[in-house]
């Protein structure tokens, strides 16, 4: 199989938007626009289309977001949001609003003949908490990331012919981990 040029520049630039990520670099939300970009026509051809509509309607806005809170929401408004971790009632409500948008995407996606439309649905809805966390730079989003990194990389990439962006998937997996142990720093 020849590789997918846009799938090999969505790779690079989600590899360089991770690692800026887990240095805390305001970078890292630009190389997210670009990852974010060329993922949506990545997923629209695999008619994936929870996470299609994931990078358009959620990713790409909460670019913007994440730059600007970080840039602006720590205690001087200069560049300085610390790392934080959530309180029990945090984790929960988190668990629950996983569920409820596994539930309502994949009822909607199935419906609509997606492939793949529960287990997509659940990756996506554990994104939208990941992104919603990493945004205000809560060290759990990297359990979020773990998460759907492994559910990627295993079988929903593969099993859609993805190659490339499953094994991009793996190395994820592992600057995830990273990333958390690095982060878990921070918070000492």
């Given at each position: 199989?020849?590789?997918?040029?846009?799938?090999?520049?969505?790779?690079?630039?989600?590899?360089?938007?991770?690692?800026?990520?887990?240095?805390?670099?305001?970078?890292?939300?630009?190389?997210?626009?670009?990852?974010?970009?060329?993922?949506?026509?990545?997923?629209w051809?695999?008619?994936?289309?929870?996470?299609?509509?994931?990078?358009?309607?959620?990713?790409?806005?909460?670019?913007?977001?994440?730059?600007?809170?970080?840039?602006?929401?720590?205690?001087?408004?200069?560049?300085?949001?610390?790392?934080t971790?959530?309180?029990?009632?945090?984790?929960?409500?988190?668990?629950?609003v996983?569920?409820?948008?596994?539930?309502?995407?994949?009822?909607?996606?199935?419906?609509?003949?997606?492939?793949?439309?529960?287990?997509?649905?659940?990756?996506?809805?554990?994104?939208?908490?990941?992104?919603?966390?990493?945004?205000?730079?809560?060290?759990?989003?990297?359990?979020?990331?773990?998460?759907?990194?492994?559910?990627?990389?295993?079988?929903?990439?593969?099993?859609?012919?993805?190659?490339?962006?499953?094994?991009?998937?793996?190395?994820?997996?592992?600057?995830?981990?990273?990333?958390?142990?690095?982060?878990?720093?921070?918070?000492?």
């Open positions: 199989m020849t590789p997918d040029p846009v799938e090999s520049a969505a790779a690079v630039a989600t590899l360089v938007n991770v690692w800026l990520t887990i240095r805390t670099s305001l970078w890292s939300w630009a190389w997210g626009v670009v990852a974010v970009v060329l993922y949506a026509v990545v997923f051809r695999s008619q994936l289309w929870s996470s299609m509509t994931l990078q358009v309607a959620y990713y790409l806005p909460m670019q913007a977001i994440g730059w600007w809170t970080w840039r602006r929401a720590g205690p001087t408004g200069d560049d300085d949001l610390p790392v971790r959530l309180a029990a009632r945090g984790r929960w409500l988190s668990v629950v996983i569920a409820a948008l596994t539930l309502g995407l994949g009822t909607t996606m199935s419906r609509l003949g997606a492939a793949q439309s529960w287990l997509d649905a659940a990756v996506t809805a554990t994104s939208v908490v990941g992104q919603a966390l990493m945004t205000r730079k809560i060290i759990e989003h990297w359990a979020c990331w773990v998460l759907v990194n492994a559910t990627y990389a295993l079988w929903l990439l593969p099993t859609q012919g993805r190659g490339q962006s499953a094994a991009l998937d793996l190395g994820l997996l592992a600057l995830a981990a990273h990333g958390w142990r690095d982060w878990a720093r921070a918070l000492r």
